[in-house]
T-cell receptor, first 116, second 117 residues
Framework: DTAVSQTPKYLVTQMGNDKSIKCEQN?????MYWYKQDSKKFLKIMFS???????INETVPNRFSPKSPDKAHLNLHINSLELGDSAVYFC???????????????FGPGTRLTVL | AQKITQTQPGMFVQEKEAVTLDCTYD???????LFWYKQPSSGEMIFLIYQGSYDQQNATEGRYSLNFQKARKSANLVISASQLGDSAMYFC??????????????FGQGTILTVHP
């Protein structure tokens, strides 16, 4: 049973296209995240949602739009893809306790996006 | 702003020996969490161990332990009895305690560990 799943695992597309990445978690967590890992392996947060409400939006171009239809799903839609969007995108989830617990984030397998 | 520094781009260790991966952090928040993740060549991010800023004892999880020195702002990962399967990239990360960045993980640059037979 996969805890955090993402589809697709690989995505190859042309510049200018629009694409979506889907994420689902079956851990019962209330908070979900999108992280971007660049070619140098550096990981940076993009967005987080708590109970379907946007909490963090880290100076990401507005071509990136997250959507959370329910607590278990957080999708990422990217418009007008650019070469610089090529990266690995990770979804993660956690149960936020306000700092009283570990609030450990569990990551999905990642989606490798290649923009040609 | 929070900052995590991993100064070792690469480390080598002999199988069955112990290795320490360094991590220093900077924050003005008294409440924070420190995490280590492993990323093997297959690409997934695997949670290893957690240390809370108010925890009195160093965290341990099997062969992993976290050498937490709060005054020095360091949170080094110690892997005992290294195995070939430990070869991977290791990331240290810190969780923001609150405010608009609540829950955000800030990652270090990572350390590539290679275990030799």
């Amino acid at each position: 049973d996969t805890a955090v799943s993402q589809t697709p695992k690989y995505l190859v597309t042309q510049m200018g296209n629009d694409k979506s990445i889907k994420c689902e978690q079956n851990l019962g967590h209330d908070t979900m995240y999108w992280y971007k890992q660049d070619s140098k392996k550096f990981l940076k947060i993009m967005f987080s949602y708590n109970n379907k409400e946007l909490i963090i939006n880290e100076t990401v171009p507005n071509r990136f739009s997250p959507k959370s239809p329910d607590k278990a799903h957080l999708n990422l839609h990217i418009n007008s893809l650019e070469l610089g969007d090529s990266a690995v995108y990770f979804c993660a989830s956690s149960q936020e306790t306000g700092g009283t617990g570990t609030d450990t984030q569990y990551f999905g397998p990642g989606t490798r996006l290649t923009v040609l | 702003a929070q900052k995590i520094t991993q100064t070792q781009p690469g480390m080598f260790v002999q199988e069955k020996e112990a290795v320490t991966l360094d991590c220093t952090y900077d924050t003005s928040d008294p409440s924070y969490g420190l995490f280590w993740y492993k990323q093997p060549s297959s690409g997934e991010m695997i949670f290893l161990i957690y240390q809370g800023s108010y925890d009195q004892q160093n965290a341990t999880e099997g062969r992993y332990s976290l050498n937490f020195q709060k005054a020095r702002k360091s949170a080094n990962l110690v892997i005992s009895a290294s195995q070939l399967g430990d070869s991977a990239m290791y990331f240290c990360a810190m969780r923001d305690a609150g405010g608009t960045s609540y829950g955000k993980l800030t990652f270090g640059q990572g350390t590539i560990l290679t275990v030799h037979p």
